[in-house]
């Protein structure tokens, strides 16, 4: 079982930044995949920002070249560094973990909220 704390959502002007971080209960190094998604109001969820097989990144079209997903793996914690927000980035951001061993496991913590007003 992995627990995933995420914090740090808030309320910022367009052009602002937010960093949010997302806590793992276990080694990161177990973990095979961390992400970051986003749920706008009345959308569906998407793929913001995610770690992919060890240090590979991959970005949703909409905010690459302004969010950083990066790491501390002494501090088993993954952050999303969000800078020159834009209204349309608001929304409830979730943090999410894949295990594979014997099966895939998905793993999911509770959202943060990100609001950014024009």
């Known amino acids: 079982q992995v627990q995933l704390v995420a914090s740090g959502g808030g309320l910022v002007q367009a052009g602002g930044s937010l960093r949010l971080s997302c806590a793992a209960s276990?080694?990161?190094?177990?973990?095979?995949?961390m992400c970051w998604y986003r749920q706008a109001p009345g959308k569906q969820p998407e793929l913001v920002a995610a770690?992919?097989?060890?240090?590979?990144?991959n970005y949703a079209e909409s905010v690459k070249g302004r969010f950083i997903i990066s790491r501390d793996n002494a501090k088993n914690t993954v952050y999303l560094q969000m800078n020159s927000l834009k209204p349309e980035d608001t929304g409830v951001y979730y943090c999410?973990?894949?295990?594979?061993?014997?099966?895939?496991?998905?793993?999911w913590g509770r959202g943060t909220q990100v609001t950014v007003s024009p």
């Open positions: 276990i080694t990161i190094f177990s973990i095979n995949a």
């Open positions: 999410n973990a894949v295990v594979v061993a014997i099966s895939r496991t998905e793993y």
């Open positions: 770690f992919t097989s060890g240090s590979s990144t």
